[in-house]
């Protein structure tokens, strides 16, 4: 299974414990790397870590809620103290509120606040405390994922998450730019309809309507965004920051 494509690697992945961060960290360690399992789920985390354990991988589970600050600093911290620094920070933590979030004219500023809380703040807040890491490593590479309705309105009264998702494409483009010249790079990935438990809600005949959208034809899998991850994330990236790469299927490409 490994092949050692993140060899010495220190990672840490935010929304570890379940879908496509849990996927990233399960892959990550496979390649090598040293991972720590960021998640406001300790118990999940911990399963994920005992999985990462039992192949002979290290993970570390760090209980954190992304939207706050201290719990997100202390995990970093805690990540640089076991390790001596951090070379790769995925950003992925995310929720869509499902039954919450609506069109602007009915939408409770409540559930807005809390989508912008976790979904922007909280990539914001990995980013910043991740960063001062990688920075304080000499170098290293940011993901963060994005969503085709951070693009497109094709979410209809998703209009929280939809708008929290379009900053993170903001962020992924400046931070490229600012940090470049000390040796970080720092690229987007755009799952599409992708099998998680964010998408269990989906009724049967949205399910088809969905699949119908994707000229391969077929839901994502956790592990086809995840091999995405891995790439940008690994030395074989080297001349790639600021890019938004898509793991949909095709899409976004119509
Ligand atoms: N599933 C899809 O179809 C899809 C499509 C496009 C983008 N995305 C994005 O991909 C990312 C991962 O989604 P997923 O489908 O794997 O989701 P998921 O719900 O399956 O898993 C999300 C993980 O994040 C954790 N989490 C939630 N809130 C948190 C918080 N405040 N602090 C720390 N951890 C928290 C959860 O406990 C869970 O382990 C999200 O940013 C999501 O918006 C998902």
Redesign the pocket.
Known sequence: MANGRLEGKRAIV?????????AAALRFAAEGARVGL????EP?ARAVADEIQAGGGEALVLP????KEQDVEAAVGRAVDAWGGLDVVVA?????LAGEDDRADRLELAVWQRTMD??LT?IFLTCKHGIRALLGSGGGSVVC????TGLYGCAPGFDAYSTS?AGVYGLVRVMAADYASEGIRVNGVV????R????EWVTPEEHEALIATIPLGRQGD?EDVASVMLFLVSDEAAYVTGAVWAADGGMTAI
């Open positions: 935010s929304g570890a414990g379940a879908g496509m961060g849990r960021l998640d406001v789920d999940a954190a809620d992304v939207s992925n933590a995310g929720v869509e976790i979904n909280g994922t994005c969503s085709p998702k799952p599409g309809y992708t998680t438990p964010m998408t956790p």
